[in-house]
Structures are given as C-alpha cells and as structure tokens.
C-alpha cells in the first residue's frame, strides 16, 4: 500500500545524500527515500543478527576458557610431570575416535 505524506522535512545533510543519491542512480525523491530507508532497516536487522552471534561467540569462548581450565586442573591433579608418547597412548586414540565419530554424525 503507498500512502503520501507531504509534511515531511529532511535536515540539510539527509536532503544532500538524498539529492546525491539520485543523481548518481538517475532516480526520483520518492523512489530513492524508499530505497535508503529500505536499506537503513536491513541493515538495522544486520546489526542485530551480528549482536547476536558475538553474544553467541562469547559464550562459546567463556566456556573454551573453563574448558582449558579444567584442563588443567586435571593435568594437576593427576601430577603428570612426565609428558607421555601422544601416538602410543591407546586412551587417547580412543578418546579421539570417538570425537571423530562424533563430527561424522
């Protein structure tokens, strides 16, 4: 539905962009308003969708955090001073294929 508003006043800088804009589009004032604002709200929901994954990000990188630490309280509390052959260890393989088979499915 296009409605018509006739009392709307653009400061000086938007009325410039705008002029610029269709100018360099060969567009008319009506045409090129819809499709700035048009593109000014895309790019509010943009915005949200990146706030939301660098919140999401965050948790997953607090929670790596606590991963290594328990990492390492695990390593200290077993006092493993002597580091162990990582190719021999039957444990670890084990460990890893189950990772593996884990990203398979």
Do not use: A
């Not at 604002?37 to 706030?51: A, L």
């Amino acid at each position: 539905m296009r409605k018509n508003y006739h009392n709307i006043t653009l400061n000086d800088d938007v009325e410039l962009f705008v002029q610029k804009y269709m100018k360099e589009h060969n567009l008319g004032m009506s045409k090129s308003i819809n499709y700035l604002i048009d593109k000014g709200m895309q790019n509010i929901v943009d915005s949200n969708d990146v706030t939301s994954l660098q919140n999401g990000m965050e948790k997953i990188l607090s929670r790596l955090f606590y991963l290594k630490y328990l990492m390492e309280q695990l390593y200290s509390d077993f006092n493993v001073d002597e580091p162990s052959n990582l190719k021999e260890s039957k444990g670890l393989k084990i460990v890893q294929e189950r990772v593996r088979s884990s990203f398979d499915e």
